[in-house]
């Protein structure tokens, strides 16, 4: 299979055709149109918005404005003003812990999670039933690698405040039943959190038909710039979260001894928005709408089924979870006893970019009973000789570290 | 492009066969002085958060000389080589002794080739080539920081 979008269309890519790029799980590579749209921004409409008086103002002011309501519509949601920036997937998860959480998570109230969440959507919680007197849960994985539903419905009940879960794995690639699990969460009142940082540039989503109350995403995962990520969320529970950060933009009046809060989504975007980002990353959804995330999703099969079944046919590489027509574009692997990092720096050196080590997945390393494992994963731009290339690389590790590991 | 896998991978790269040579692999596979000791005089431990490498130092002294030395640990073979070479090359050393040769150590990995010919450094000399990959320099210090703190933790 060929590549989706060529890589021509990427210029960090163009430049250096021997690099074989298999790390879009951590970070994807931008494309020309994203690059663009930054610049023509800074170059044209550059000004703090909401604030000045004055026409390039406004003018960034609705540049920043539109870039929301071509996100929202990216993601399935209608009510744009539901669509909270941030700095990513971290940064939305906290806000939605130390917001939410707060005010809503008390002492012998419980609060779930999956033992295979990025630290991202772990840590925010452990750390809010510590200082909460909470109970932190952890629902463990079925052998095909989702949440184990039977588990987690035993797991819940009047005391469950919030369930908080991964659409897509960053370390198996396997995907959970959303709306499913936002059904269970809600059967005991309590909210439904998806991180979607592996999920959003992966999959079509349709946010208001999932069914959870806030959807977290990293726009450098989908081709945006760094630095940009959305909380989509439902307006019914954002109307009733206190701020998360205090300063400009996120008020509507400063008394001495109070104030009163902006509305949606401002309450939430303290100081100096970033622009710029926001309008990079609507640059990015246009890109992949005029594609089809159908069409990413199969194309990232196709791969993911070739180089799931040309690794797991070489002697002594182990690949973890599920079958490759039940993951996303990702696949975590060791060979014989080559450790992921020496693996990671001989394929380095023939230009062969993964990622080796705990994925910030370090609980669900534990389940799996390693310490690290390789890493590779795949974007639009991916072809079938990346996969050769990775093959021969794994081959030339074998060989390098002997035939005979144990 | 051909479905078919190629029989085997192409060459590796001249840095790397000198790098992943046989004396790295056998002390990866076979660590020398692998184990703990039930009294030791220091005990450390460190870890690199990034990658999850992690080494455990036991020393016991006579006076000031190296009596025993133990490790455990995991990660990669270039972090678990050199804590096995590095307790073969303290064995019977004084403070200072270790100090020199530590030194030495970090020199070689930072590049001068005058200490990757060095004959003090003996076998670890087979990790000279790590001197090329830098971001594995933290791999091959991993045992040599644990080691300065458990030398300046003793005083
Ligand atoms: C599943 C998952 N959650 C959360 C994150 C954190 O994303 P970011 O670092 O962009 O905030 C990542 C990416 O590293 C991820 O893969």
Redesign the interface.
């Known amino acids: 299979m060929s590549a989706l979008i060529d890589r021509d269309e990427f210029p960090l890519l163009a430049r250096a055709p021997e690099l074989v790029y298999l790390d879009s799980a951590a970070t994807t590579q931008k494309p020309r149109a994203v690059l663009d749209a930054l610049r023509a921004y800074y170059e044209h409409d550059n000004a703090n918005p909401h604030r000045g008086a004055y026409a390039l103002s406004a003018r960034a002011t609705e540049r920043y404005r539109a870039a929301r309501e071509r996100i929202a519509r990216f993601f399935g949601l209608a009510d744009a003003d539901c669509a909270i920036f941030t700095r990513g997937t971290t940064e939305a998860l906290n806000l939605v812990a130390a917001s939410w959480g707060r005010a809503n998570v008390g002492a012998g109230d419980e609060i779930v999670v999956s033992g295979a969440e990025h630290h991202a959507n772990f840590v925010p919680w452990q750390q809010l039933a510590l200082e909460r007197g909470a109970r932190f849960r952890i629902c463990e994985l079925a052998p095909d690698g989702r949440i184990d539903l039977d588990q987690l419905r035993a797991m819940l009940g009047p005391r469950t405040k919030v369930v908080a879960f991964h659409h897509v794995s960053n370390v198996l690639g396997t995907i959970n039943p959303v709306r499913e699990i936002a059904e269970l969460a809600h059967g005991v009142g309590a909210l439904a959190v998806c991180d979607g940082a592996q999920g959003a540039p992966h999959l079509p989503v349709a946010f208001d038909q999932l069914g959870v109350d806030f959807y977290a995403l990293s726009g450098h995962k989908m081709l945006g710039p760094m630095g940009i990520g959305v909380l989509l969320g439902r307006r019914e529970v954002l109307e009733r979260m206190p701020p998360y950060m205090m300063g400009g933009d996120m008020i509507e009046f400063v008394h001495d001894d109070r104030s009163t809060w902006n509305v949606l989504p401002h309450k939430l975007e303290a100081g100096t928005p970033n622009v710029g980002d926001a309008v990079g990353l609507a640059a990015a959804a246009e890109l992949l709408d005029a594609i089809g995330m159908d069409r990413v999703r199969a194309h990232e099969q196709a791969l993911v089924r ?1 180089a799931y079944e ?1 690794l797991s ?2 002697e002594g590489v182990h690949v973890y979870g599920p079958a490759p027509d039940a993951r996303s574009g990702v696949v975590s692997f060791t060979v014989g ?6 693996l990671a ?2 394929l ?3 230009q062969v970019c993964i990622r ?3 994925h910030c997945a370090q609980p669900l ?1 534990r389940r799996l009973g390693v ?2 494992t390789a890493r590779a994963s795949f974007y639009v731009y991916n ?3 990346d996969i ?1 290339a990775l ?12 035939h005979a590991t ?1 | 492009m051909p479905p078919s896998d190629p029989g085997g991978g192409d060459a590796p790269a001249p840095h790397l066969s000198a790098l992943y040579q046989e004396v790295i692999l056998d002390h990866y596979r076979r660590p020398r002085n692998r184990g703990t000791l039930e009294h030791p005089d220091v005990a450390v431990a460190k870890k690199n958060p990034l990658c999850g490498d992690e080494i455990h130092l036991h020393l016991a002294f006579d006076g000031d000389r190296v009596r025993e030395v133990r490790f455990t640990g995991q990660g990669c073979a270039i972090s678990q080589a050199s804590a096995s070479m590095m307790t073969q090359a303290l064995a019977g050393k004084t403070a200072a002794e270790i100090g020199a040769v530590a030194r030495r150590f970090s020199e070689m990995v930072a590049g001068d080739p005058a200490a990757a010919r060095d004959a003090a450094l003996g076998e670890l000399r087979a990790l000279a080539g790590v001197a090329k990959i830098p971001v594995r320099h933290p791999c091959a210090l991993l045992a040599w920081n644990a080691l300065a703190e458990a030398l300046s933790t003793r005083g």
Request: proline share 3%; hydrophobic share 40%; net charge negative.
């Open positions: 070739t040309r046919a070489i006893d080559v450790h992921p990092h020496d720096t001989i380095d050196a023939r080796a080590g705990h390393m310490a690290a072809d079938e000789s050769d093959v021969a690389g794994v081959r030339t590790a074998k060989e390098l570290f002997g144990v």
